[in-house]
């Protein structure tokens, strides 16, 4: 009896130092207590207290646990909990521009909740921010970055096209950018070196090629929904493929949507996610007027002569003769209704919405795209999963981030209001945490108001 009570005791002391080792909160820890945190896969909401250590979400305890004073406590109570944000078609500056501007925008994307981008026309200097980034070097996001551009100039043989291949792959690139004027044969060759040396493409879809090829050839991303509207034309119109205006808007009379279900079937066969960039369409491309979308307030975080090019572009696309805001209603009820389909019976939506771009302010921008995907018809719910789940697996990155689990980088934004009910949620942050490192709403103003100050001196 007496050794059965010794083993029993045993055994209890030893669960219990095991659940005090578990729980035990480190000096240098980081704990986010009593939040509501959100569950991206199903919708579901549970409270718990959020320990961050060494960058990366170390537990979720459903009580708040004893902390050494030096902890760092962020009182989550009353507060939403969210995965950051993926930005699948950003870009980043190139070197050149004036002092700061590629920290700058970097931050811009940070401080809307953004924790990972896709950069979509890539440069050498990109290769060592993704290292820097990795590495807490820089204030970042996470930087996956495309190649330099692939178009009909660059590689317009089939020799130029797997030299250029090779040749990025070599150089460490995520992935391959393709944009319009590849011929065919350049293109194919692109596609069977690229599976040879096993790099992803992404990107537009070369007139040359057109959507049907371009979906059996395995693009990774087809991004603007580019070729798709092109794709819905009968053979029988017998237009002259060039001619497609932009983004197919030239085409948009002689679209027959029933051939949507064709598209759409193909692309979840072949394995293609497609990244809308809603917002460069309903912006730049719009009715609206362009002098009052220069006047919203994040235009503020962009230089003027930046402005200034913006204005003039959007004015000379609204301004020609081939333009009609009927035809651009049209256009769009039809993109409207590709991306519901592709989100639904596709192979999924990542989002993104191609900024700095005309009116699409990076990190701001996300916002104009969250709202494009509500009005295609996709749920506040559905809308988080393309920004964050979809993304980490887009990149086989499940469990690395785009969810709140135990061992994932600790990349988070807190909001003050739920985002499942209403998706402006996403404004409203308490804070943003990028890998571990904390930056509250003060930080993020502070920072904003130094990078306004500088582009009203350039």
């Known amino acids: 009896m007496h050794k059965l009570i010794v083993i029993v005791l045993f055994l209890f002391l030893t669960a219990c130092a095991s659940s005090v080792s578990e729980n035990a909160i480190s000096n240098a820890s980081t704990v986010i207590t009593d939040v509501q945190v959100i569950n991206v896969r199903d919708g579901s909401i549970t409270q718990k207290t959020v320990v961050i250590d060494s960058g990366r979400i170390a537990q979720l305890l459903d009580k708040v646990p004893e902390m ?164 819905l034309v009968p053979e029988e119109e017998n237009v002259n493929p060039n001619e497609n205006g932009f983004f197919g808007y030239n085409f948009t009379p002689l679209a027959d949507t029933s051939l949507i279900d064709e598209l759409v079937q193909m692309s979840s066969e072949h394995d293609v996610w497609v990244v809308p960039t809603q917002s460069l369409f309903d912006r730049w491309f719009s009715p609206e007027n362009a002098e009052t979308l220069a006047e919203a307030p994040e235009m503020r975080y962009m230089p003027s002569s930046t402005i200034d090019n913006w204005v003039n572009s959007k004015q000379n696309l609204v301004t020609d003769e081939s333009y009609n805001p009927a035809q651009w209603e049209l256009f769009n009820t039809i993109r409207k209704k590709l991306i519901y389909d592709l989100q639904h019976n596709g192979h999924g939506l990542l989002l993104g919405s191609d900024a700095p771009q005309v009116f699409n302010v990076p990190g701001f921008s996300i916002h104009h795209e969250l709202k494009g995907m509500l009005d295609a018809g996709l749920t506040p719910l559905e809308a988080i999963q393309i920004g964050t789940l979809n993304p980490a697996i887009y990149f086989e990155q499940e469990g690395e981030f785009g969810e709140i689990v135990e061992g994932a980088s600790a990349d988070l934004l807190l909001l003050n209001t739920n985002p499942l009910e209403d998706l402006s949620a996403l404004k409203d942050l308490a804070g943003v945490m990028v890998r571990g490192r904390w930056l509250s709403k003060n930080d993020i103003d502070t920072r904003l108001e130094g990078i306004a100050e500088n582009a009203r001196h350039q």
């Open 68 to 231: 050494p004073d030096s902890a760092t406590q962020i009182n989550g109570s009353g507060k939403f909990l969210l995965p950051g944000l993926a930005e699948m078609h950003a870009h980043i500056p190139a070197p050149g521009q004036y002092d700061n501007r590629i920290e700058e925008t970097l931050f811009l994307y940070l401080s809307n909740g953004i924790t990972t981008i896709r950069g979509m026309l890539g440069h050498p200097v990109h290769l060592e921010l993704r290292e820097q980034a990795v590495n807490n070097e820089i204030l970042s996001p996470r930087i996956y970055t495309a190649s330099p551009s692939l178009n009909g100039n660059t590689i317009p043989t089939p020799e130029e096209a797997r030299a250029k291949v090779t040749a990025y792959q070599q150089d460490g690139y995520d992935f391959l950018k393709i944009h319009p004027g590849v011929p065919l044969e350049a293109f194919d060759e692109l596609v069977k070196t690229a599976n040879e040396v096993g790099i992803p493409f992404a990107g537009h879809v070369p007139v040359d090629v057109g959507i049907r090829h371009a979906l059996e050839s395995n693009y990774a991303t087809i991004d603007h929904v580019d070729g798709y509207l092109e794709g």
